[in-house]
């Protein structure tokens, strides 16, 4: 037996058959979200409809995707230290050139492809966390202590978040959260530096809120008002910054048990037929609007079991990694696919302000499927190479 047949036969496949099921899912509500948006006569002959057409490009990007998450998995992790930091430095490089170009989402059109670098920056930084964390004690035992390890994760996760909120989107940066988090607990920090951390941020979040978020975000400060207003019973302007609050959460909680059914028409009572869930980002940032009102409540939640399955599949890969390198970057991995699912289906149900972020796999996101495959790769890289021995380390010189 080959040792590429070997692997292929040892895969997670409970973890590949969860992905490809959510991913299958996202296609049919794709194409019903996307159904109202406008494409060109020649799409609509060839597809019939607009919500075809994106489904479609949908499994194109799935397609590639599906490439990338073999080859990641078939590959020994251990080779990725070598990508982190040139990740790295190429994402940082992206984002300032999204940042300085005339452009309201900070997309970037390279080699036919348009996309959002955020995407990049975190993913990116993920690797050369994980890597950085283990390799450069090897360096000085200074960079061991604890402080450094705060240190390190610290410089190298705020750069792309301060980076992320110069740009606006506040839904990505805040991605970082739950990430930090998970790094600094994987890493072993010490529960006093983790207590005196978190009184220092809960002592700064009224300056962060009231003097750097304006700075940084024009819209974060309304949205997160609109959303202690509503969370109040209060009903701010349904016609314009509450339109999207309002209208999403409603058509999640109106939808029942059953839902109104896919691609259902405005007389069974559909407000995205009617056009209420802002029909230009119903396929990625409100599609758990759409899901919830279509699917209803059992359809929601066999979505978010779906979620659960494979992240505590990725939980136990990481339980049995070889080494620590593998168990931070499932771990890392586990706390963005968190933070994503939490995120897009929390501001549909009004349990969070409006961020605009895509749902990982199910959204129609682009590059960012491509991404998140890649990122599941690479915990399928970590469950397949778990009993693979490590080079051993290298003997102390005799005197």
């Known amino acids: 037996m080959t040792p590429i047949f070997r692997k292929i036969l040892g895969m997670n496949w409970v973890l590949i058959l969860v992905m490809y099921g959510l991913l299958i899912f996202g296609v049919i509500m794709i194409e019903s979200a996307a159904r109202h948006l406008s494409v060109s006569k020649s799409l609509l002959d060839q597809f019939g409809s607009a919500g075809a057409y994106y489904a479609n490009s949908q499994k194109t990007w ?63 930084g993920i690797i050369l966390i994980a890597w ?32 992320v ?45 009231f003097v750097a978020l304006p700075l940084v ?25 509450a339109y999207a609050p309002y209208y999403v959460s409603m058509a ?3 939808a029942g048990w059953k839902g109104v ?30 899901i919830g009102e279509e699917t209803g409540f059992r359809g929601s939640l066999l979505l978010l079991g779906a ?28 706390a963005l696919f968190f933070a994503h699912v939490f995120e897009s289906i929390g501001m549909c149900v009004l349990l969070l302000p409006i961020t605009g972020i895509p749902m990982p796999l ?8 491509v991404i998140c495959m890649f990122m599941l790769g690479i915990v399928q890289s970590v469950w397949i190479h778990r009993n693979h021995e490590l080079e051993p380390a290298p003997k102390a010189a005799e005197i």
């Open 62 to 124: 799935i397609l590639l995707g599906t490439v990338v998450y073999f080859t990641m998995a078939l590959v020994d992790y251990r080779w990725l230290k070598w990508l982190g930091l040139p990740f790295y430095v190429v994402s940082l490089g992206l984002m300032f050139k999204a940042m300085i170009q005339d452009d309201s989402v900070h997309r970037l059109n390279l080699l036919g492809f348009s996309f959002q670098p955020a995407q990049l920056g975190i993913s990116s």
């Open 132 to 163: 950085a964390l283990q390799d450069l004690p090897k360096l000085h035992r200074w960079f061991a202590l604890p402080a450094a390890k705060v240190s390190m994760i610290a410089v190298l996760s705020a750069v792309p978040f301060l980076m």
């Open 165 to 209: 909120m110069k740009m606006g989107d506040m839904g990505s940066a805040l991605v970082w959260i739950p990430v930090v988090m998970v790094a600094l607990l994987v890493s072993g920090i010490p529960f006093r530096y983790l207590s005196f951390m978190t009184l220092i941020g809960a002592g700064l979040i009224p300056l962060l809120y």
């Open 217 to 241: 975000s024009e819209r974060g400060p309304e949205r997160i008002d609109v959303w202690l207003k509503m969370m109040q019973g209060k009903t701010p302007d349904t016609d314009g910054v």
């Open 252 to 254: 999640v909680g109106k």
């Open 261 to 290: 059914g896919w691609n259902a028409s405005a007389e069974k009572g559909s407000l995205h037929a009617r056009g209420f869930i802002p029909k230009d980002t119903a396929h990625n940032d409100y599609i758990f609007g759409v």
């Open 307 to 334: 979620f659960a399955l494979l992240l505590i599949q990725a939980l136990f890969i990481a339980f049995y990694s070889r080494d620590a390198v593998g168990r931070m970057l499932v771990c890392l991995v586990v």
């Open 362 to 369: 199910v959204s129609y996101s682009g590059t960012f499927v």
